[in-house]
């Protein structure tokens, strides 16, 4: 009895090369897919970290203005200079005297503290002192609060009885000054803390932001 012819099927090249191709394909669409959903997420991450670090930046200067004290201070070279001051003019875009400096250590210091807050190479910076009145040996502690700001500028407000605005609310300016400084041509006087300070920052990707902060009565 004669055996019986067997054939093996088996895969062209072509359908070898065909089926190589589907699967190329389909690794390239499932990387571009992963690849913009790990680009989706880092680009979420990046705004959610730049959103707070901005958050806390005002949460900062909030803090110190809000709690904004009329102690003048002696500066390094022996001159008086006042609670606040800030504006182009001024040696600071923003020096002040706060209180609530916590002191849980219980050292002998005052729980009042001198801060200052100016722009230098688009990174707004915060420092202070630890003594309020210093000498020229009186090293700050100095810290970077945020990078990418374009601008940092402040106006003042005298009194909250000449805040004005239009019938759509928007505040008019035309009362804020530009600074808050000591009349040179009256030695001694020295001007208590204004009503209101506005803060306009520029940053990049975000353009401009602006706040208003009501500082203590006096």
Request: net charge neutral; no cysteine; glycine share 12%.
């Given at each position: 009895m004669g055996r019986g012819s067997s054939s093996v099927a088996g895969f062209t090249l072509v359908e070898v090369l065909i089926a190589m191709a589907i699967t190329a394909l389909i690794s390239v669409v499932a990387y571009t897919g992963l690849s913009s959903a790990l680009s989706g997420a880092e680009s979420l991450r990046s705004a959610g970290g730049r959103a707070y670090d901005i958050n806390q930046t005002w949460a900062l200067l909030s803090r110190d203005l809000r709690q904004v004290v009329n102690r003048p201070v002696v500066d390094e070279f022996g001159q008086v200079v006042p609670?606040?001051?800030?504006?182009?003019?001024?040696?600071?875009?923003?020096?002040?005297?706060?209180a609530g400096w916590h002191n849980s250590s219980a050292a002998p210091r005052s729980t009042l503290q001198r801060v200052r807050w100016w722009l230098e190479d688009e990174r707004l910076w915060r420092g202070y002192f630890p003594v309020l009145d210093r000498t020229a040996g009186t090293e700050p502690v100095e810290t970077a609060i945020l990078e990418g700001v374009e601008r940092f500028e402040l106006r003042f407000l005298s009194a909250l009885s000449a805040v004005e605005s239009d019938r759509n609310d928007v505040i008019d300016r035309r009362n804020w000054q530009d600074n808050w400084i000591a009349d040179l041509s009256q030695p001694g006087q020295m001007p208590s803390p204004p009503a209101a300070v506005e803060v306009i920052m520029e940053v990049t990707g975000l353009g401009e932001l602006r706040r208003v902060y009501v500082l203590p009565s006096p």
């Open positions: 609670a606040l001051s800030g504006g182009e003019l001024a040696r600071e875009p923003l020096a002040l005297t706060r």
